[in-house]
């Protein structure tokens, strides 16, 4: 009998963690942290904002942010941007990184980036051309596609 209690203690519980750990909702623009907001403010301020939007995981939280023309922004639970997607312009150079500037200049004739993506194993940039790079933490080109 115990043990049948138990495993639906556990169950109830799983479930309720569960739920937590996926929950999408609309929030208002002033709840994004604060170095969020700076970085639209200085690189996409002419932009309008459609909505943002917030994810929270178990352990994490993730912001979106759609502008009406479709691009959009992802940032992390400090404000960072983690995503960049740009549908109608370039990725503002000030948000790619030197380095990775550097490659595409001397090896892809200074396409512009549309699109670009972080995380602790590096970056993915989609250039202009529609060819894909990936590069490591420390900046060098892994690969590319088209």
């Known amino acids: 009998m115990k043990k ?16 937590l750990a996926d929950s999408h909702r609309t929030i208002d623009y002033k709840q994004l942290p604060a170095a969020a907001r700076t970085l639209i403010a200085d690189h996409f301020g002419d932009a309008r904002v459609g909505y943002v939007e917030t994810e929270n995981s178990l352990f994490d939280r993730e912001y979106k942010v759609l502008f009406t023309d479709g691009s959009t922004i992802e940032f992390d ?47 993915e940039v989609e250039l202009e051309n529609g060819v894909d790079l990936e590069f490591d933490r420390r900046f060098r080109l892994v690969k590319a596609d088209d």
């Open 4 to 19: 049948t209690l138990l495993l639906i203690a556990a169950a109830i519980l799983l479930t309720g963690l569960t739920a």
């Open 77 to 123: 639970k400090n404000g960072n941007w983690t995503e960049i997607d740009c549908k109608r312009g370039r990725v503002p150079q000030r948000l790619v990184p030197q380095a990775i500037r550097d490659v595409i200049d001397t090896r892809f004739d200074g396409q512009g980036v549309v699109a670009i993506e972080r995380d602790r194993r590096g970056y």
